[in-house]
């Protein structure tokens, strides 16, 4: 066996300091630059990663730089891997890239996979699509390449894979088929492409098994453990490089144990979201003390401690991949001291990872100057003015269970057909219209100081002005203000509530190309002015129908947020909660009768594991309510969610107790409706029918399909006809057809039904 080393990290950004990769992805698929020009750009980026790793101490010739690089998503690595291509794309004769784009974006017609959360974070995956007539075998060892190209440049990289295990528990089933009735097959490929590395040289590579840690995916405890044992064991029984298998995200002591029957040779486990285990065998322990997945700097001294008192061979590590944190908070211009002194982004914290290595292998003394700068920074954070806020504090703690309840819905109902007078099925969308290069460039000028106040509200004006006689054109029935004044859904807010600061550079990849500057909550939460209200109440007043005020809810600023970590998340929620209902209250003062909050992060947040479920659903709900609960009954209360698996949280959806509730369900055909029905759901629900993260036009006939398979599962009275999501990413040139589309579809289905009433 290869010595393991003593510092590693288990996954680093991907994107580009500056979103390189973006830009490249985005020239290539608008046709703008060649492939070579693409794959050129990704090489550079790749080994301008593995240089800057190699400068913080991470070692170039033990395996410990793992080769994390993915063009889009890592799962769909996997499934491009395999060659586990869905039927309707195995026609196309396209290279094999744009295939792989094409899973992720669809084609011709051809849908894309399904897209959802990537376990408890904001990062989305490709959902595999298996059946016992899935082609699986090795098309392309694209994780040897990776070895290869770093070899070239003197860096021994970990090729890195998601493990067999975590891809087929993450799979869609065909018409009910069990994805790991595959998994021999699955295995057979990975042994080959293990084989293919032994022989190359590679002295160690990595398998993610983050599924082991969760109780969402459809297994028992008992036959995770056996599927694992039965994976690992012929996985190692060939030859193969070194294996460690990392169990990120959250508990994996029964896996561990599991795993440490086999014969691989290192094991990782999350201690920051998980438990240290009894026992891992003769294994090395790849101890993921540092945080992955939030930005505040580290315990050194607790940390290494707790190193200290591990039995065995341990190497230092990230809790889970650094794709979830930014590239180098010393980039930064922090509005205070503090925040620079607080926070750590993936640069920092592969740096902590090597001190903490370095203090375990020499003593506490060879990193005595460092554990005394991140005591001091821990100490100042606590004592820090605007961190607690008495008469904060008090509000949230005065909160009682009637500040979260509304009237009955029958009576809610009644009163909001008699003051808005909807067609059946009315047409609406979620809020956000395309973000045009007019738009970003008013927005820079205004930050350099090159437009004013006034000049910068014309503009924005300007454009409102544009969308709501687009929508009123289009036929759309409750419009929305299109949001031009906010560059993202939750730093809007954290730009006007107090206790938020947000970042310049503080890019973190979403999906794809997508990539989100995750605010940073560090403070007690309140709001000293409006936030939305002025904006709302201008686009009202340029029609006679009906305008949502658009809010992002509690739970989603959170989730996109690095939140504190040194008060409850409940309490943090309730902070936001309050804030929030001050700004619904402000909306419905001004007239606005239609308000949306939205919480597509809802399922994100949802523990792990079964026994911490219930108090998250408890305070997430809680805090939502407590938002919008202060309304009269004829105001129209809306919420969104998207790009979830539903059926964890249906009773969620159903608690949240909105009056609307719009959600994602194009690429999945409407499978969430009859598991919404089975609750009881008795509502009104607009299920997606056009999927806005795809740059297909969807037809009107396809429109009509999905709205009609709605309609049997809604009744007409109770169902909307939306996008999926908001339509910020996309071209106007793509979104008026599309939107035309849904208009004369929704038309049609309302005849169909007027047809089947009448007879």
């Known amino acids: 066996m290869s010595t393991f080393p003593s510092a590693t990290i288990v996954g680093y950004p991907r994107i580009g300091p500056d979103r390189e990769l973006k830009r490249a992805l985005e020239s290539y698929w608008a046709g703008k630059s060649e492939r070579d020009q693409l794959q050129s750009a990704a090489a550079r980026l790749r080994l301008q990663s593995y240089e800057r790793l190699s400068d913080l101490g991470?070692?170039?010739?033990?395996?410990?730089?793992?080769?994390?690089?993915?063009?889009?998503?890592?799962?769909?690595?996997?499934?491009?891997?395999?060659?586990?291509?869905?039927?309707?794309?195995?026609?196309?004769?396209?290279?094999?890239?744009?295939?792989?784009?094409?899973?992720?974006?669809?084609?011709?017609?051809?849908?894309?996979?399904?897209?959802?959360?990537?376990?408890?974070?904001?990062?989305?995956?490709?959902?595999?699509?298996?059946?016992?007539?899935?082609?699986?075998?090795?098309?392309?060892?694209?994780?040897?390449?990776?070895?290869?190209?770093?070899?070239?440049?003197?860096?021994?990289?970990?090729?890195?894979?998601?493990?067999?295990?975590?891809?087929?528990?993450?799979?869609?089933?065909?018409?009910?088929?069990?994805?790991?009735?595959?998994?021999?097959?699955?295995?057979?490929?990975?042994?080959?492409?293990?084989?293919?590395?032994?022989?190359?040289?590679?002295?160690?590579?990595?398998?993610?098994?983050?599924?082991?840690?969760?109780?969402?995916l459809g297994i028992t405890t008992e036959e995770l453990q056996n599927v694992l044992l039965h994976a690992y064991r012929r996985l190692t029984s060939g030859k193969r490089p070194s294996i460690l298998v990392t169990t990120p995200y959250g508990e994996a002591v029964s896996a561990i144990e599991t795993l440490s029957e086999t014969d691989v040779e290192a094991i990782h486990v999350d201690l920051v979201h998980g438990t240290q285990p009894q026992t891992w065998g003769n294994k090395v322990l790849v101890a993921g003390i540092v945080n992955g997945r939030n930005i505040w700097r580290a315990d050194l001294s607790g940390a290494l401690s707790r190193l200290a008192s591990l039995p065995g061979e341990v190497s230092v590590a990230s809790s889970t991949s650094l794709q979830h944190v930014p590239y180098d908070a010393s980039r930064e211009n922090w509005e205070s001291e503090d925040l620079a002194l607080w926070t750590a982004f993936a640069d920092q914290k592969v740096a902590e990872i090597v001190t903490l290595a370095r203090g375990l292998d020499e003593g506490r003394d060879a990193v005595s100057a460092e554990l005394a700068l991140a005591d001091a920074a821990h100490k100042r954070r606590h004592e820090a003015p605007g961190v607690s806020v008495k008469a904060i504090r008090e509000a949230t703690a005065a909160v009682t269970q009637a500040d979260r309840e509304r009237a009955p819905y029958s009576l809610r109902a009644d009163a909001q057909a008699q003051r808005f007078s909807l067609p059946a099925i009315p047409t609406t969308t979620i809020g956000s219209f395309p973000q045009t290069p007019q738009i970003r460039q008013a927005r820079a000028l205004h930050a350099k100081g090159e437009l004013n106040e006034d000049q910068y509200r014309a503009r924005l004006e300007d454009e409102i002005r544009s969308v709501i006689a687009l929508q009123e054109k289009l036929g759309l029935d409750v419009l929305v203000h299109g949001e031009p004044e906010r560059n993202d859904m939750v730093q809007y807010f954290a730009e006007n509530l107090e206790g938020f600061t947000t970042t310049k550079h503080g890019w973190v990849q979403s999906y794809g190309s997508r990539c989100t500057r995750p605010s940073v909550l560090w403070g007690d939460v309140s709001r000293s002015a409006p936030i939305t209200v002025s904006w709302s109440t201008f686009a009202q007043s340029l029609t006679d129908k009906p305008v949502k005020g658009m809010l992002t809810g509690p739970v989603t600023i959170l989730a996109w947020s690095f939140v504190r970590e040194d008060l409850p998340l409940g309490e943090v929620a309730d902070q936001v909660g309050l804030a929030l209902r001050e700004e619904v209250g402000d909306l419905e003062s001004a007239g606005i009768g239609i308000i949306q909050v939205d919480e597509p992060a809802l399922r994100e947040l949802l523990p792990l594991r079964l026994e911490d479920q219930q108090e998250y659903l408890e305070w997430s709900i809680g805090s939502f309510r407590l938002a919008t609960s202060g309304v009269r009954p004829d105001t129209q209360i809306h919420t969104h969610l998207c790009y979830s698996e539903f059926g964890d949280v249906i009773s969620a959806i159903d608690d949240l107790n909105a009056d609307v509730t719009s959600l994602e369900a194009a690429r999945s055909h409407m499978e969430v409706l009859p598991e919404l029905a089975a609750t009881g759901f008795d509502r009104g629900i607009g299920p997606g029918v056009y999927d806005i993260h795809s740059p297909q036009i969807p037809t009107e006939e396809q429109i009509t399909e999905l709205l009609a398979l709605a309609a049997e599962a809604v009744p007409a009275q109770r169902l909307w006809s939306n996008p999926d999501c908001g339509l910020k990413t996309r071209t106007y040139q793509e979104v008026i057809p599309s939107l035309e589309n849904l208009v004369r579809a929704t038309a049609t289905v309302r005849a169909q039904l007027e047809v089947s009433a009448d007879a």
């Open 58 to 216: 991470l070692s170039t010739v033990e395996a410990a730089i793992p080769a994390s690089f993915s063009y889009y998503d890592q799962v769909l690595d996997v499934t491009a891997l395999l060659g586990a291509i869905p039927e309707r794309f195995r026609d196309f004769d396209i290279e094999p890239l744009d295939l792989y784009f094409a899973l992720a974006r669809g084609h011709q017609g051809a849908a894309a996979l399904e897209m959802t959360k990537w376990f408890n974070t904001n990062y989305h995956y490709l959902v595999p699509e298996i059946d016992a007539h899935t082609p699986i075998s090795l098309t392309h060892n694209a994780p040897l390449d990776l070895y290869r190209e770093a070899k070239e440049a003197g860096i021994t990289v970990r090729p890195t894979l998601v493990g067999p295990v975590t891809y087929l528990l993450l799979a869609k089933g065909i018409d009910g088929y069990n994805p790991l009735d595959r998994l021999d097959d699955v295995i057979d490929v990975y042994a080959e492409v293990l084989h293919q590395l032994y022989a190359a040289g590679v002295p160690w590579v990595q398998l993610d098994e983050p599924g082991v840690t969760s109780d969402n």
